[in-house]
Structure formats: C-alpha cells, structure tokens
C-alpha cells in the first residue's frame, strides 16, 4: 500500500450540499469524502480525508504530509486566493500537489482568478465539479507512481 494522500479542504468545505447549491452543486463534504476513499483504494492509495475552517490548521496538515512520500490533494477555497503562509507549506511539502476547485473560478469574480497555492502544484482542475476530486486523484496517483513532481 503506498503512502496516505492527504486531501485537504478549505473554510466552508464543510458546508457543501446547504450552501449556495446553484453555485457549488448538491453534493456534500461527506459524499466527495466516500468517493475519494473509493478511488483512492482502486489506486491503492489511503486517503487521510480533512476538512478545516482554519487557515494554521490547514498549515499543519501539510507539515504533517511533509516528505511522506504521498501527496495532497487540496481544495483550499478561498485561502487560495489569501493565503501565502499556504502557499509556503505547500512549497516546503516535497510532495506532488494537486488543487481542485468545484468551480471555474476564472468565470467568477475578479479576485477569485489569482491562487497563491496554485503556483506551488503541480497541477489545477477547476469547474469540474466534485468530480475533479477524483481526476486530481487520479493525477496525483500518476506523479505518485512516478516518483514525484510532475
């Protein structure tokens, strides 16, 4: 079994399926976490599913990924927009990362269209719904075979 990918959500993650369904979709935190166990597991992965409205807790999720061997699955919500002490973690990880975002944020508004945490992944997928979890999955578990950053 290879080393835990830590997926990793953001502030209001946690509100998915009650908050703005006509923006983020219907499905909840707790059903994206079910399918992300399940296509880690066809991967052979293990997945450490997090959800935290705390920017330092978030912090400390990617120091504990740090040098695993694994890699991150993050969907930040808007700390990718305002965080660099984010943005730093993930640079200093020394494991593939990849972000998600429910949304095409570059169809949004203005301030949503820069992520700090973006430029330190090795890949983005946006507007795909809660189904870009699992193409990021299936991404990062390539990188992960391939021994690394893509």
């Not at 494991?95 to 095409?104: A, K």
Request: proline letters at 4%; a negative charge.
């Amino acid at each position: 079994m290879q080393p835990p990918v830590l997926i990793l959500n953001g502030p209001n993650l946690n509100l998915l399926g009650h908050r703005e369904p006509e923006t983020y979709g219907g499905v909840t935190l707790a059903e994206i976490e079910a399918r992300c166990r399940a296509v880690a597991a066809e991967q052979g992965l293990r997945a450490d599913f997090r959800q935290s409205n705390h920017e330092g807790v978030l912090v400390d999720a990617v120091h504990e990924a740090r040098g695993s061997g694994g890699g991150i699955l993050l969907n930040p919500a808007g700390y990718s927009h305002t965080s660099i002490a984010l943005r730093d973690a993930l640079a200093a990880a020394g494991v593939p990362v990849v972000e998600v975002h429910l949304t095409n944020v570059h169809r949004r508004e203005a301030f949503r269209h820069r992520s700090f945490t973006a430029e330190v992944s090795d890949a983005v997928i946006c507007g795909a719904g809660a189904q870009g979890y699992e193409l990021g999955l299936l991404h990062l578990a390539r990188l992960i075979g391939a021994g690394g950053r893509g």
